[in-house]
């Protein structure tokens, strides 16, 4: 009875395993496209009305196994050392084609890690148990044929930039560029920061 018991038990820790460390092809595409340098120069040379902005992104925590870890960082070109936001994602598999990016937030002054995404190993001192949760911020994203589409979901993402309530994000994914809208609207659902016309275009660019 005892060794009935313990193959049980060995089954169910080999199912747990696996799920644990399972990572389908689509959440690998998913990532390695967020991976990289990205600049929306060509969006703002064509249109004022976008600042110059580049994004980027890069993995962190390799080892970790609950699923991959990103340091965010965005600046105005001409800014690049003193980068206006500062995230950390941590991407999960929900299920075959849905995805979750949770978003995390330094705490005290993020600034001291700027430049991070130049190492071999950014944010090696760190572990996400020391960073702060946004929550409610979440995007949930969705394979959509040759894309990746997803959002925040709702009025959940609380936000009081410039006088916002509540801050929404809308994000489509390519191979080679990403399109993010991100607004913030107050009580009255009116919308009070980011763009107006639609997201920024950032393109995949090499260093």
């Not at 689509?26 to 703002?44: I, V």
């Not at 944010?123 to 925040?152: N, Q, Y």
Request: glycine share 6%; aromatic share 14%.
């Amino acid at each position: 009875m005892k060794l009935r018991y313990l193959n049980l038990f060995l089954l169910f820790a080999f199912i747990f395993t696996k799920q644990i460390f399972a990572q389908s092809p689509d959440f690998k595409t998913l990532a390695n496209w967020l991976s990289g340098s990205f600049s929306n120069e060509e969006q703002a040379k064509q249109d004022s009305d976008y600042f110059h902005i580049t994004l980027r992104m890069v993995p962190v925590w390799k080892n970790s196994k609950d699923g991959i870890w990103l340091y965010v960082e965005q600046a105005v070109a001409q800014k690049q050392d003193k980068p206006y936001r500062q995230r950390v994602y941590h991407l999960t598999e929900k299920d075959g084609k849905t995805f979750e990016s949770e978003v995390y937030t330094f705490k005290g002054d993020p600034l001291r890690f700027a430049g991070e995404w130049k190492k071999t190993e950014p944010l090696a001192k760190l572990s996400p148990d020391s960073l702060e949760t946004r929550s409610g911020c979440s995007i949930i994203l969705t394979k959509k044929g040759e894309t990746f589409v997803g959002s925040t979901q709702g009025k959940n993402c609380e936000s009081n930039l410039k006088g916002a309530a509540y801050a929404t994000s809308e994000v489509t994914l390519f191979k080679d560029k990403i399109i993010s809208w991100d607004r913030g609207f107050d009580k009255k659902n009116e919308q009070v920061w980011g763009a107006e016309k639609g997201g920024y275009i950032f393109k995949k660019i090499k260093e």
